[in-house]
T-cell receptor
Framework: EADIYQTPRYLVIGTGKKITLECSQTMGHDKMYWYQQDPGMELHLIHYSYGVNSTEKGDLSSESTVSRIRTEHFPLTLESARPSHTSQYLC??????????????FGPGTRLTVL | AQSVTQPDIHITVSEGASLELRCNYSYGATPYLFWYVQSPGQGLQLLLKYFSGDTLVQGIKGFEAEFKRSQSSFNLRKPSVHWSDAAEYFCAVGAKNYGQNFVFGPGTRLSVLP
């Protein structure tokens, strides 16, 4: 069973707060991703990781940072949240290609609102 | 560079009617192709994928898609839409070069009339 978890599901915080969005997967996947998505809009890749101690910025510039010190865990941190950070954040993972078109598995998302 | 287009931003169909959602991609070779569905406030769920072989692929929830190399298309179809199919649908391209990330289309929002 493919499982990828995100916590919290919903978060409302004030401007200037530091927050960490958690993402964990139990599939042993080496690749993990963070996407930012406004309601009804397209996905924007903001960070990805190909394995432990490997992180890269995605196509969309983001003030967030990520870390990958364990295979299963890929948290995203905002040092000082602003209203412009209000969005939905989706985490995904992907295993090694075995010639069968392995897909990305998505978590349920975190809906962040910064007041 | 890879790109994915979904020409229809929003489609409305009546329940029981057939559905076709369009997806066109740009890529130098045959990529992996995916269709995902997203319900409001949720993550993305894989409907089906194409990686090789038969160009007509079957997925979950009664969906199917056909890969047409000559048209660089991977259109999603369903013969009879249910009200629960109302959602956002994303087409994605994943290169067979494992080092490259997926490219997602902008999405098509499906509304279903009773």
């Amino acid at each position: 069973e493919a499982d990828i978890y995100q916590t919290p599901r919903y978060l409302v915080i004030g401007t200037g707060k530091k927050i960490t969005l958690e993402c964990s997967q139990t599939m042993g996947h080496d690749k993990m991703y963070w996407y930012q998505q406004d309601p009804g809009m397209e996905l924007h890749l903001i960070h990805y990781s190909y394995g432990v101690n490997s992180t890269e910025k995605g196509d969309l510039s983001s003030e967030s940072t990520v870390s990958r010190i364990r295979t299963e865990h890929f948290p995203l941190t905002l040092e000082s949240a602003r209203p412009s950070h209000t969005s939905q954040y989706l985490c995904a993972s992907r295993g090694r290609d075995r010639g069968i078109g392995n897909e990305q598995f998505f978590g349920p998302g975190t809906r962040l609102t910064v007041l | 560079a890879q790109s994915v287009t979904q020409p229809d931003i929003h489609i409305t169909v009546s329940e029981g009617a057939s559905l076709e959602l369009r997806c066109n991609y740009s890529y130098g070779a045959t990529p992996y192709l995916f269709w995902y569905v997203q319900s409001p406030g949720q993550g993305l769920q894989l409907l089906l994928k194409y990686f090789s072989g038969d160009t007509l692929v079957q997925g979950i929830k009664g969906f199917e898609a056909e890969f047409k190399r000559s048209q660089s298309s991977f259109n999603l179809r369903k013969p009879s839409v249910h009200w629960s199919d109302a959602a956002e649908y994303f087409c994605a391209v994943g290169a067979k070069n494992y080092g490259q990330n997926f490219v997602f289309g902008p999405g098509t929002r499906l509304s279903v009339l009773p």
